[in-house]
């Protein structure tokens, strides 16, 4: 996939992921090295997995690291348990974890303000075995109720992602309607309309989605938009994605938000993983 292409054809907002990519370095070295990369803006999961409510020395010296970057915050997630790792996420889990996410609402919500931060991210959380699917929608449907009003008392959007069933065998939001239907009931629940479709093309492509129909029917309801390749989840051109052509068919549909790079390196540092994308494109125009 020639650079020059992405240089010509692109006139997405590009961010990396600092949870996915720089992943080499300590946490708050990653935004210096992002900008080093030529971005101007990053995302990422919740950094804590350990903890929905981290000391705010934590919290202060993640901040003062994206400043000092000279970076722009453009997505955060909501506490969501072990990610990477075992857990998809936490609202819909009964007892502690949805406590935990509770518990979160209100930290990374001022945590996303202090920085301009606009798109909060809250995953759905796996399949409990021994608990009623319609119990955990119900427990889920209060969560996200209370994460979009805290993401409105931000000025932000809350964001629901499907993510992909093969590799996430036990999350309930493994197709693009499924996640569009839930970004409805929330946006039903509070009036709020702020709720938007979270659109990873790595993990719709892994369902065997048809992108081009995805985007077709689903961009007006897209707050973010994700990417890696297919196979592998690396970087566009090791697999088979035609990612350039799907980007260009979300912004001949109006999307004109964010594209994260949500993709592994592979066997190299981050930094030599942007060679797909020409310096120029990379900064947020």
């Known amino acids: 996939m020639p650079g020059s292409e992405w240089g010509t054809a692109t006139e997405q907002r590009f961010n990396v992921n600092l949870s996915i990519l720089f992943t080499e370095l300590p946490l708050l070295e990653r935004p210096a090295a992002a900008a080093a990369a030529g ?50 996420g936490a609202l819909s889990i009964p007892g502690t974890e949805s406590e935990r996410f509770r518990a979160n609402i209100d930290v990374a919500a001022d945590f996303a303000r202090s920085l301009g931060c606009k798109a909060l991210n809250a995953l759905y959380g796996n399949r409990v075995e021994g608990v009623e699917a319609a ?28 993510l992909n069933q093969p590799e996430s065998p036990l999350y309930p939001l493994v197709s693009a309607p499924a996640g569009v239907a839930v970004v409805d009931r929330v946006n039903e629940a509070t009036g709020l309309g ?81 060679d797909w994308l020409p310096a120029e494109a990379r900064a947020a125009r």
């Open 194 to 274: 702020n709720a938007r479709f979270l659109m990873d093309l790595y993990h719709l492509s892994m369902n065997d989605e048809d992108l081009p129909s995805v985007i077709e029917r689903y961009a007006a309801k897209t707050g973010h938009v994700q990417i890696a390749d297919n196979p592998g989840r690396g970087a566009p051109g090791t697999g088979t994605l035609p990612l350039e052509d799907l980007l260009g068919r979300l912004r001949k549909a109006g999307y004109e938000g964010w594209v994260g790079l949500e993709y592994k390196p592979g066997d190299r540092p981050s930094a030599a993983a942007f």
């Open 135 to 162: 119990a955990q929608d119900a427990l889920a449907l209060e969560n996200l109720v209370l994460a979009a009003r805290a993401a409105d008392r931000i000025g932000a959007i809350l964001l629901i992602e499907t």
């Open 39 to 88: 971005f101007t803006a990053v995302e990422l999961w919740w950094p804590w997995v350990d903890s929905p409510t981290p000391e705010r020395s934590e919290l202060d010296a993640l901040k003062k690291a994206i400043e000092d970057a000279g970076v722009q915050l453009t997505g955060l997630n909501f506490y969501a348990g072990q990610l990477p790792g075992p857990d998809r």
